[in-house]
């Protein structure tokens, strides 16, 4: 267990509201990821990073922007919210070295807009 | 284009039935892991294949790679009700990828009492 919250775990908002979410951690993990869940489409990553300032887009990442200025701590912004990013968000880390390149994740973030 | 297709996507049984489902790809991983994520909670880690033809098994589950490293299964034996969940296969991009993972769309479980 990578000791990974997220915050808020819930949130209602309006479009074109701006939103950002937070992801802690507590182990010193290198690499940390955001995906978004939604049916039919499994888990999507949004944007991950690879160490403190070193972020990259992935697969979903248009409306979204992400900063990480230390390790503990990933943010996930949501510039002007959109109903079509109504989702489920996940924050997960993996950690540095040779290895199979398994992923710990938080609780997750229940986004809603309205 | 690297893809992870799970079959079934889902799943309804009896408790104390026996269950197998399976990831496959027409490409080579590296290795692949098996999460399981339970309603409302995101996916826990539940085991990880590195050999082709490797076997694990953790408690009444039983995971094996395939000897080309192209495909896994998850066989359950005498399912429980906590067996519920889904379950998603995973595996790494590719070297340098900054360890990004290839996820499956799961198989969606049910064990009924």
């Known amino acids: 267990d990578a000791g990974i919250t997220q915050s808020p775990r819930h949130k209602v908002t309006e479009t074109g509201t701006p939103v950002t979410l937070r992801c802690h951690q507590t182990?010193?993990?290198?690499?940390m990821y955001w995906y978004r869940q939604d049916p039919g489409h499994g888990l999507r990553l949004i944007h991950y990073?690879?160490?403190?300032?070193?972020?990259d887009k992935g697969e979903v990442s248009d409306g979204y922007s992400v900063s990480r200025s230390k390790t503990e701590d990933f943010l996930l912004t949501l510039e002007s919210a959109t109903s079509s990013q109504t989702s489920v968000y996940f924050c997960?880390?993996?950690?540095?070295?040779?290895?199979?390149?398994?992923?710990?994740f938080g609780p997750g973030t229940r986004l809603t807009v309205t | 284009t690297q893809l992870l297709e799970q079959s079934p996507q889902f799943l309804s049984i009896q408790e104390g039935e026996n269950l197998t489902v399976y990831c496959n790809s027409s490409?080579?991983?590296?290795?692949l892991q098996w999460y399981r994520q339970e309603p409302g909670e995101g996916p826990v880690l539940l085991v990880t294949?590195?050999?082709g033809g490797e076997v694990k098994k953790l408690k009444r589950l039983t995971f094996q790679f395939g000897d080309a490293r192209k495909d896994s299964s998850l066989h359950i034996t005498a399912a429980q009700p906590g067996d519920t969940g889904l379950y998603l296969c995973?595996?790494?991009?590719?070297?340098?990828?900054?360890?990004?993972?290839?996820w499956g769309l799961g198989t969606s479980l049910a064990v009924n009492p």
């Open positions: 490409s080579v991983f590296s290795s």
């Open positions: 182990e010193n993990h290198r690499y």
């Open positions: 997960a880390t993996s950690r540095q070295g040779v290895g199979t390149y398994e992923q710990y």
């Open positions: 294949v590195v050999t």
């Open positions: 990073s690879y160490g403190v300032k070193d972020t």
């Open positions: 995973a595996g790494p991009r590719g070297a340098g990828n900054n360890r990004k993972l290839i």
